[in-house]
């Protein structure tokens, strides 16, 4: 009798076993998996900030300050990756065709929206393929020569040029970069004669600028900014519409003569189209944080910088209306690049 029990009740236990997983299934097929959870769960793994220049430039230096800090706040490593190369594009092109999980970023910069219009075709579609974080800072632009040159200021600069005209040679971070196309409305301004020497980065133009085998550049402050100050290098005007703080006595082009120039250059992460929204808000909030601390700030004063720390819709109408400006700039350059 009591085998026969134990062995009349084994099915059903069975059927009540099946039962249970069958509306664990259930439940689980309709429960969604909701932004708080992916978000709890996110990053499980070290996160990759793509640098589209070598190391040394102003956007190498921004990304190694951001991820140290962003590494901490994460509880991730943030690994740099540097991928220079056409004027920057071919680092955002990696990240463009990345996953995305959130887990590739780029370190973006003014150089984005103006190859928009420079490059006549592009393998990504930088308004469509990106999904906007925040901006970090913004960096003015400073024309320098070598201190050796015979030249104190933009006057002197632009008689050089006109009476030897085999010395204009200036280099910049590559062609359609801002410097380039600073450059190309500096010449047109001044009517002077210039050769444009595309670097892949700030740190091997620093070299050839100091070493005396290009004349001048307008490269960003931060990568300058030490050579300035133990007079290497010496400043004539930044390419903005006001002074920067950092070099305070360095008159703008505006007031050395030159009308029109306002070109800074800005920083920004952002992340490959269609990386989910809370893993954005997330990146967002952490990367806010880590650029409106103290420490962060002191740190972009030493090298020029003015941090932002925008919502990514903030940064969103800011592409747009960079890039739609630089299109103006570039049709009216006439620089093209194949």
Not at 50 to 63: I, K, R, S
Not at 144 to 173: F, H, I, M, W
Not at 175 to 187: D, E, K, M, S, V
């Amino acid at each position: 009798m009591t085998s026969q029990r134990l062995g009349a009740a084994v099915p059903s236990r069975r059927r009540v076993l099946q039962a249970a997983m069958a509306a664990i299934t259930a439940i689980t097929a309709i429960t969604p998996f909701t932004g708080a959870q992916a978000q709890q769960t996110w990053p499980f793994k070290p996160v990759t900030l793509v640098v589209p220049f070598p190391p040394g430039g102003t956007t190498d230096v921004l990304a190694r300050a951001l991820g140290t800090a962003l590494a901490k706040s994460l509880g991730q490593p943030v690994i740099i990756d540097n991928r220079p190369g056409a004027g920057a594009t071919i680092g955002a092109d990696y990240v463009a065709k990345s996953k995305p999980d959130g887990y590739t970023l780029l370190m973006g910069a003014v150089h984005h929206t103006i190859a928009t219009s420079v490059y006549k075709k592009l393998p990504y579609d930088f308004q469509k393929d990106f999904a906007p974080i925040t901006t970090v800072a913004v960096v003015p632009n400073v024309l320098v020569v070598n201190s050796s040159t015979p030249v104190r200021n933009v006057a002197e600069l632009v008689a050089l040029l006109k009476a030897q005209p085999d010395k204009g040679t200036y280099g910049s971070n590559g062609n359609g970069t801002a410097q380039h196309l600073i450059g190309t409305q500096f010449q047109n301004s001044t009517g002077v004669a210039l050769t444009h020497i595309p670097y892949k980065g700030s740190g091997p133009l620093a070299t050839d600028l100091l070493g005396g085998q290009i004349l001048m550049s307008f490269d960003t402050i931060t990568p300058v900014l030490q050579h300035i100050r133990s007079h290497k290098l010496r400043a004539l005007a930044v390419t903005t519409a006001t002074r920067s703080p950092a070099l305070p006595e360095v008159p703008t082009l505006d007031e050395a003569g030159l009308k029109g120039f306002n070109i800074g250059t800005w920083f920004g992460v952002l992340a490959p189209a269609g990386t989910p929204r809370d893993i954005v808000a997330r990146l967002n909030t952490e990367m806010v944080k880590v650029i409106q601390s103290p420490e962060f700030i002191k740190r972009m004063d030493e090298i020029g910088a003015q941090p932002v720390g925008d919502k990514p819709e903030d940064m969103a109408r800011t592409l747009k209306t960079e890039t739609e400006r630089f299109a103006e700039l570039v049709r009216v350059g006439k620089v093209v690049m194949e």
